[in-house]
C-alpha cells in the first residue's frame, strides 16, 4: 500500500476538479448525500451526474471519458452488478465503485474486478479513503495480498484464496493446482480458521477493515 504523502494529496486535489462522476441509486437521498460529500472533496458540482435508474444512466457514462461511477446493486430497474458486466461488455473504460447497503454481495463486486465497494451510509471519510485507493493503490480492490500476509497466511494459502476470489471451485483449483481436492478444501479451513472467519464473503469484509 502507498504511503499517501503531501505530493500525492496535492495531485489528487489538482484532478478532482476534472473528474467526470456518476451516481447510480434509486435512494433520491443517497445520490443528493453522495454528491454532496464528492462536492466537499474538491469534485466539481457540474461535473456530478445523480441517477435514480441505472438504465437511464448508460447514455451519459458512455457519453464521458474515463467517469468514476458509484453504483448502487439493489435497484428497482436492474441489479448494479448485472449493468456493470454490461457497461464493461461494452467497452466501458472508467472505474466503478459499487456503493450499497448490503454487504453479502462483496464477493460478486470482487469478481466483477470493481475498483471498490462502500457500504452505505457512506462517510466523508470514506470516500476520501477510497478516492486514495483508487489513484495510489497499486491492487485497486482492498491490496489483498498485503493484508492476507498480515494473517500469516502461507503463499499456497494466498494463491488458493486468490483463486477463491476469482471464483473457482475447489475442484478447479485442485486441478490448475496439482492437488487433490481434498488438500485444497483443508487449505480452505485453515484460512478461515487463521483469519478469523467463518466464510469467504466475511473475510472479504475483513480485508477492508485491517489497518496496516
Same mark, same amino acid.
Given at each position: 500500500m502507498h504511503d499517501f504523502t503531501k505530493t500525492n494529496q496535492k495531485y489528487l486535489h489538482s484532478i478532482v476538479p476534472k473528474v467526470s462522476v456518476v451516481i447510480v441509486d434509486d435512494s433520491e437521498i443517497c445520490g443528493s448525500h453522495l454528491k454532496d460529500s464528492l462536492i466537499a472533496l474538491g469534485f466539481n458540482k457540474k461535473n456530478i451526474s445523480v441517477f435514480n435508474d441505472a438504465l437511464a444512466s448508460?447514455?451519459?457514462?458512455?457519453?464521458?471519458?474515463?467517469?468514476?461511477?458509484?453504483?448502487?446493486?439493489?435497484?428497482?430497474?436492474?441489479?448494479?452488478?448485472?449493468?456493470?458486466?454490461?457497461?464493461?461488455?461494452?467497452?466501458?473504460?472508467?472505474?466503478? *465503485? &459499487?456503493?450499497?447497503?448490503? @454487504?453479502?454481495? $462483496?464477493?460478486?463486486? !470482487?469478481?466483477?474486478?470493481?475498483?471498490?465497494?462502500?457500504?452505505k451510509p457512506v462517510s466523508q471519510n470514506e470516500l476520501s479513503e477510497a478516492l486514495k485507493r483508487l489513484y495510489f493503490d497499486d491492487d485497486v480492490l482492498f491490496d489483498r495480498k498485503e493484508r492476507l500476509n498480515s494473517f500469516g497466511l502461507s503463499k499456497r494459502?494466498?494463491?488458493?484464496?486468490?483463486? *477463491? &476470489?476469482?471464483?473457482?471451485? @475447489?475442484?478447479? $483449483?485442485?486441478?490448475? !493446482?496439482?492437488?487433490?481436492?481434498?488438500?485444497?478444501?483443508?487449505?480452505?479451513?485453515?484460512?478461515?480458521?487463521?483469519?478469523?472467519?467463518?466464510?469467504?464473503?466475511?473475510?472479504?469484509?475483513?480485508?477492508?477493515?485491517?489497518?496496516?
Open positions: 448508460k447514455d451519459s457514462i458512455f457519453s464521458l471519458n474515463k467517469p468514476i461511477v458509484f453504483l448502487d446493486i439493489e435497484m428497482p430497474s436492474c441489479n448494479g452488478i448485472d449493468f456493470f458486466k454490461t457497461l464493461k461488455s461494452n467497452g466501458f473504460s472508467g472505474k466503478v *465503485v &459499487f456503493t450499497t447497503a448490503h @454487504s453479502d454481495y $462483496i464477493l460478486d463486486a !470482487l469478481r466483477a474486478h470493481a475498483y471498490d465497494y462502500l457500504l494459502q494466498i494463491e488458493i484464496i486468490e483463486m *477463491v &476470489f476469482d471464483g473457482k471451485t @475447489s475442484s478447479e $483449483i485442485a486441478n490448475e !493446482l496439482f492437488l487433490s481436492k481434498h488438500t485444497v478444501d483443508t487449505h480452505r479451513r485453515n484460512i478461515l480458521k487463521l483469519t478469523g472467519v467463518k466464510n469467504t464473503h466475511e473475510l472479504l469484509s475483513k480485508l477492508k477493515d485491517v489497518k496496516l
